[in-house]
């Protein structure tokens, strides 16, 4: 098992996001040093782990020459979703299928994360149109986790959660349709919150389907980044509707209760490394004065073909009308074989969308009863650990890779078709030492709890560290 990192003693040290901003304003180090910084780290690892799909560095020198930033995390170096538009570079959605045309305007989101006063310096890889939770290729080289690097670094955020857990940026943007930033943040060890809908810009795709399942959040190695983050973009556009969740900065005082979901919405077990977590964190959360109940699922084993219907109606849609939903220059012809796969899954059972989308709207109905008897609910974030490379290789037997992909995400989607806040925290690892997540959701509005109970565990067990272990930098 390999590991590998860029932690060093230059400008950005061990500093998380909160710490390198403030750094920049104390001028211990200035923008275009931390810039710098990360670019190095980035050089010296992104050979192993390509992570990195558009380098805009020289952008990102002339920004943080200037030194303009506003935000939280004004000056911090970051990196963007390559299917989140930036203009100026290509929005290229992980897939050889879609234009290298440069996009002509920001995303929605773009302005939001930029409004943090983040330095973009390129875009970080997915695997095509986001559809697995491995970001891995049938034309390129897989995003590899740099925990071992012979395993998956998760997706489809997975370039954004191998570059933050590397050391190379200290925060990266992500996007989550059914675990996106959850199972890479679970798979490298880093907190990934997935917000309610509509607390952050939604994207502007997503947002025209019957169901918008995809949320823009952030991967982070500690707690107060991501709340952090929450914050200022609520200092930008507070939302109508939803309970302001302000600066969270540490452990709340109420003692809660909480739902323990253990067993996989498909029907297996549970990793045994995965289970020994849980329980540990169940152990952990009582001894620290909270309440822990085992509830059985809150929906009908129906929903996974309910979801994996819903969601190979999203493949359908770009390998049919990829010119109209990603934009001209969309050569059909390019399109990776696990999406045609998924196409070709819709068009056998197109016919069922009706009844899968009013099964989608019942099971949200259930998942929000859940939600709203508890304070929380926790299960752990995926059934098994991060895979090797390969295991859901793109170009492998559709069937067999999809049967694996639905096994490994079984706990992710609800939030995201029921539109819930949810958070995976590093609370364990394999006996080996890589890093297993756990999965706390929170009804509609509920990220202050999630935050809350964040810090709380982050206090009581720190997070592991890659550059405690034994990494080859």
Not at 283 to 291: I, N, P, T, V
Request: some cysteine; charged content about 20%; glycine content about 10%.
């Amino acid at each position: 098992m390999k590991h590998v990192h860029s932690f060093g003693d230059d400008a950005l040290g061990d500093l998380d996001a909160v710490g390198v901003a403030r750094a920049i304003a104390s001028k211990q180090a200035s923008a275009l040093e931390m810039l710098d910084a990360a670019l190095a780290r980035i050089d010296a690892v992104n050979p192993t782990l390509a992570a990195i799909a558009e380098d805009d560095r020289e952008r990102a020198r002339a920004r943080a020459a200037s030194n303009s930033f506003s935000g939280a995390f004004a000056g911090v170096p970051s990196a963007i979703k390559s299917n989140t538009a930036v203009a100026g570079l290509p929005t290229r959605y992980g897939s050889a299928a879609t234009s290298a045309e440069p996009a002509a305007a920001d995303a929605p989101f773009t302005g939001e994360f930029v409004g943090t006063g983040v330095n973009v310096l390129g875009t970080t890889t997915m695997p095509p149109f986001g559809l697995s939770a491995s970001t891995e290729f049938d034309d390129r080289e897989p995003t590899r986790n740099p925990w071992d690097t012979d395993r998956s670094s998760g997706g489809s955020s997975g370039g954004a959660a191998a570059l933050v857990a590397a050391g190379a940026l200290p925060i990266a943007h992500g996007n989550d349709g059914g675990g996106s930033i959850r199972i890479p943040a679970a798979a490298c060890g880093l907190v990934g919150l997935k917000p309610t809908r509509g607390r952050t810009a939604a994207d502007p795709l997503a947002a025209k389907a019957p169901i918008d399942l995809v949320c823009n959040g952030v991967l982070t190695r500690s707690v107060r980044d991501s709340a952090y983050f929450l914050a200022d973009l609520e200092r930008q556009r507070p939302v109508d509707g939803l309970e302001p969740v302000g600066l969270v900065q540490g452990p709340g005082e109420r003692r809660l209760r909480i739902a323990l979901i253990a067993e996989p919405i498909t029907g297996q077990l549970l990793e045994p490394d995965t289970n020994r977590v849980l329980m540990a964190t169940v152990d952990l959360l009582e001894a620290l004065g909270h309440r822990v109940e085992t509830v059985p699922l809150p929906v009908e084993r129906s929903y996974v073909d309910q979801f994996a219907l819903y969601w190979a109606l999203m493949a359908f849609s770009m390998d049919r009308f990829g010119a109209r939903t990603v934009g001209a220059g969309f050569d059909r012809s390019r399109v990776d074989p696990f999406t045609r796969g998924l196409s070709r899954r819709f068009t056998r059972r197109f016919y069922k969308t009706p009844s899968a989308l009013h099964g989608l709207r019942t099971s949200t109905r259930r998942m929000r009863e859940l939600l709203a008897a508890y304070d929380l609910v926790l299960s752990p974030t995926l059934s098994h650990s991060a895979p090797e490379i390969g295991y859901l290789d793109p170009s492998a037997d559709f069937d067999e890779v999809f049967d694996r992909l639905t096994r490994y995400v079984s706990f992710t989607p609800p939030n995201n078709t029921s539109g819930a806040p949810a958070i995976s925290l590093p609370l364990g690892s394999t006996a080996d030492g890589r890093p297993i997540g756990m999965h706390f959701s929170a009804d509609l509005g509920g990220e202050r709890a999630l935050l809350e109970i964040a810090y709380e565990l982050e206090a009581a067990q720190p997070f592991a560290r890659i550059q405690d272990a034994g990494a080859q930098s």
